[in-house]
């Protein structure tokens, strides 16, 4: 494939990639009233395991004992990528919008920031800081809907907190995928990484078939259960891991500006949602501080 032709492919992924992941976002809406959160948090990873365990099952057979060495924080990663990320969305779903949980779910990066500085000892400056501060009272203008009574009498929608726990559960994630190297390649780490968010699920899911919700396996379970596993799953993360490769960790971040946008998109044409003042304003105060930090990052 000639050079022009590797640059138009890596700008069309920039593009395509955030209309898969944000495809999650109709999932938590879509499906909310229908089948309970955790069960389809659950057994769309358990869908994803199965899938990449058809293709990975040799490499992960020959690895075992790296997996026997791994697997603990293998279990960290599952229980906040996929567990946490996984559930959390789909709880925001009964009760927030969606244009809510993909501006909120924009401000990971700023946790990343924070989290980093707090565990491991990466620099932050005065700048930063101001990035950290206008990107947190972005997100909360969008959690009280700039109604300051909401916060001085601590009425909040659990859906925005919920989304508030998966945006810090990603940041989690991230770091940790980040600062633990492992010896497996991308998609047997990730075949186990799903494997291990579905174990992590798994008590919540029974607790909630038993006390809360039963699972009705209908039609409708299986195709939102396959079009989660699919779509934002698979789809999402192969073509996010070929971004990578064509432009780099920096500018592929950007795909989670443009989830926030398509995930508005689909919440304004499909859930005829509509956006406020305090979406904008939100929004502009998320993006500020994200390039405050991004900015000086670069310069460091």
Known sequence: MSKS?????????????????????????????????ISLAFWRWTLVFLILLIFNFYILKKKFKIIKKEYLKLFFLGSMGCGVCGAFPLLAGKTTTIVNMGIIYTSSPIFIILISFLFFNEKINSSKVIGLLACLIGVFIIIIKGDISLLLNFKFIMGDLWMLGSAIGWALYSIYLFYWKSELSVFPRFTLIAFFGSISLLPFYILEEIFFLKTDFNTLFFFWVSFAAISPGIIAFSLYTLTQKYLGASTTGFTLYLFTVYGAFYGIFLFQE???????????????????????????
């Open 274 to 300: 509509k956006l406020e003042l305090f979406h904008y304003i939100g929004t502009i105060l998320v993006f500020i501080g994200i390039f405050l930090v991004k900015k000086k990052i670069k310069n460091a």
């Open 5 to 37: 032709s590797n640059s138009l492919l890596a700008l069309a992924l920039l593009f395509i990639q955030p209309i898969f992941m944000a495809s999650y976002l109709i999932v938590a809406r879509g499906a909310a009233e229908y089948i309970p959160p």
